[in-house]
């Protein structure tokens, strides 16, 4: 039975967009393969995107960013963490590698946290990585490259035998060898009439849009003014009803019951940050993007400009979210002109191949 081990970063939902669908196919070619998740995300989003069971073993991998929402980024908060995180690092980095032996891992792949690659290497096994950044990248800006963590970054990113990288990627060159995959994340095949059916609130909706800002926290805005559109009716992820005082046509829905990609095929507009996760399965439903900017993260700039170049994707300043004045936004981007790009690939499915061919 090979055994493979995911260590998948805990920074808002998009790493693990990135690797459910790879687990899946690696499972539906392979039922007899186990598969180890490595990370802090909560079950429930783990259990949103699997089809198969999976060991899921809880604990730190890596810090990302610390956020104060989905487009605040608090790096003093950041730098104090990764202090932390780092300042035993070669004793954590062995017993990483003691935990990996006690599961007999076959085969590590980790987006993106270098730990998991500096521990397969102390472990005698081989790695992959798989993503569309780096935390070198991402802390570049604020770190100096002769830190001490920014060489231990460097040096577990070496490790890895491969970078899978995604479209709509950093240039991520601190990977030595990489192999460029097609798109990851879920296409859905429902209808938008049986999505609406399973929630009666879009059936008297004539336009729709989701509002996503993924594990990070939606930024504070005058949800008051949704309710003057009155032609438009807004969803929203929550575990739980909608707060009480809410206008009317904002709307709550269990992502457990209805998948993010089915709500993305039933409704006009998604109204996000630019994230690869929500970017990539909006390309592959074909959702319109209604974005608000998020100009502290290193990101932010390539996906930017593909959206402004390639998608039916229209740029909201934040001060028009923060007020509430959503409406010429909504309407330029249900109305767009332009078409998404031919899908490149099927990433997962190259990605799985990858992995599969290296045990």
Not at 156 to 165: D, I, N, P, V
Request: a negative charge; proline letters at 8%.
């Amino acid at each position: 039975m090979p055994v493979v081990v995911f260590y998948v970063s805990a920074h808002g939902f998009g790493h693990w967009a990135q690797c459910a669908p790879v687990i899946d196919c690696l499972q539906r070619n392979d039922p007899e393969m186990r598969v180890c998740v490595r990370s802090t995300l909560p079950e429930a989003e783990l259990a949103r995107r699997l089809r198969h069971p999976v060991d899921y073993h809880r604990a730190p991998v890596d810090v990302g960013v610390i956020q104060h929402s989905a487009v605040e980024e608090d790096m003093a908060a950041t730098r104090a963490a990764l202090a932390a995180f780092h300042a035993n690092w070669e004793q954590r980095v062995a017993a990483e590698a003691e935990w990996l032996a006690g599961q007999q891992a076959d085969l590590v792949v980790s987006d993106i946290a270098p730990l998991g690659f500096a521990a397969a290497h102390a472990a005698g096994i081989r790695s992959f990585a798989l993503g569309s950044l780096d935390w070198y990248e991402i802390y570049r800006p604020f770190m100096a490259a002769d830190d001490p963590i920014m060489r231990q970054i460097t040096e577990a990113y070496g490790r890895a035998e491969c970078l899978l990288k995604l479209p709509l990627s950093m240039e991520m060159s601190v990977f030595p060898r990489q192999r460029s995959i097609g798109l990851v994340g879920c296409r859905s095949t429902a209808s938008p009439a049986a999505v609406a059916q399973r929630l009666p609130a879009l059936a008297s909706c004539r336009k729709r849009a989701l509002i996503m800002f993924g594990g990070s926290g939606t930024p504070a805005f005058d949800v008051e003014r949704l309710g003057d559109m009155t032609d438009w009716c807004f969803l929203v992820p929550a575990e739980s009803e909608v707060e009480r005082g809410w206008p009317a046509n904002v709307r709550a829905f269990d992502a457990a019951c209805i998948p993010i990609p089915d709500m993305m095929r039933a409704v006009d507009v998604v109204v996000c940050k630019p994230g690869y996760g929500t970017l990539a399965e909006a390309w592959l439903n074909q959702t319109p993007l209604c974005f608000i900017p998020r100009d502290g993260f290193p990101e932010y700039p390539f996906l930017r400009d593909w959206l402004l170049r390639q998608a039916p994707a229209v740029l909201m300043p934040m001060s028009s979210f923060v007020q509430g004045e959503w409406l010429p936004f909504l309407e330029q981007a249900r109305l767009h002109v332009r078409a998404y790009p031919p899908l490149p690939g099927d990433g997962a499915a190259q990605a799985a191949a990858a992995i599969a061919g290296a045990l």
